[in-house]
């Protein structure tokens, strides 16, 4: 139990459906992320929010949309998706987003939620 | 660019030490990262390394060497329940400051 937790574990959906991800955190964290893991694949950032703001959007398809309420909450709308799009969907938080500042990784050691198995039929 | 590489499979027996390798190239650093997942569930924390050098966790060890963009994850004593997959993870910093992931090793022991 890492403090991460999403719902749903598993979805099924077709590609005119819409449907969204949730991610909350326990930890008191301000930074919040979106990844997507294929097999055969590393982890691929898609968003990331610090302090409810996003600072980073990795030329992810518009069909995908990020929401963060506040800091414990994270979202991923989906809407019309296509089957590649079938993966597994992690969220992760962590104290500080990178600052760019040496020396301050120990404090964006990110912690994963259980993630959210996606099948685009 | 950036690249992370480390081999996709593993195998090894229980009881034994495996050493899983990472080599990276990124235009910046700020600290490495190993993570492991089990199949089917989120990747958990293992270990960080940003100064040169073995970090010791119990059974685990992570080695890092920043002048040869290589670092190492030791693993002692297997047991059934490390077999898994492991992830190294560099941290950048500046215009590079996100997680880039490798595409993980398997690991199986063998009884």
């Known amino acids: 139990e890492t403090g991460v937790t999403q719902t749903p574990r598993h979805l099924v959906m077709g590609m005119t459906n819409k449907k969204s991800l949730k991610c909350e955190q326990h930890?008191?964290?301000?930074?919040m992320y979106w990844y997507k893991q294929s097999a055969k694949k590393p982890l691929e950032l898609m968003f990331v929010?610090?302090?409810?703001?996003?600072?980073e959007n990795n030329s992810v398809p518009s069909r995908f949309s990020p929401e963060c309420p506040n800091s414990s909450h994270l979202f991923l709308h989906l809407h019309t998706l296509q089957p590649e799009d079938s993966a597994l969907y992690l969220c992760?938080?962590?104290?500080?987003?990178?600052?760019?500042?040496?020396?301050?990784?120990?404090?964006?050691?990110?912690?994963f939620g259980p993630g959210t198995r996606l099948l685009v039929l | 660019g950036q690249n992370i590489d480390q081999p996709t499979e593993m195998t090894a027996t229980e009881g034994a030490i495996v050493q899983i390798n990472c080599t990276y190239q990124t235009s910046g650093f700020n600290g490495l990262f190993w993570y492991q997942q089990h199949a089917g569930e989120a990747p958990t924390f293992l270990s960080y390394n940003v100064l040169d050098g073995l970090e010791e966790k119990g059974r685990f060890s992570s080695f890092l060497s920043r002048s040869k963009g290589y670092s190492y994850l030791l693993l002692k004593e297997l047991q059934m329940k490390d077999s898994a997959s492991y992830l190294c993870?560099?941290?950048?910093?500046?215009?590079?400051?996100?997680?880039?992931f490798g595409t993980g090793t398997r690991l199986q022991v063998f009884p």
């Open positions: 929010y610090s302090l409810e703001e996003r600072v």
């Open positions: 993870a560099v941290l950048g910093f500046y215009n590079t400051d996100k997680l880039i």
């Open positions: 930890l008191g964290h301000n930074a």
């Open positions: 992760a938080s962590s104290q500080d987003w990178p600052s760019g500042l040496a020396g301050g990784g120990l404090e964006e050691t990110q912690y």
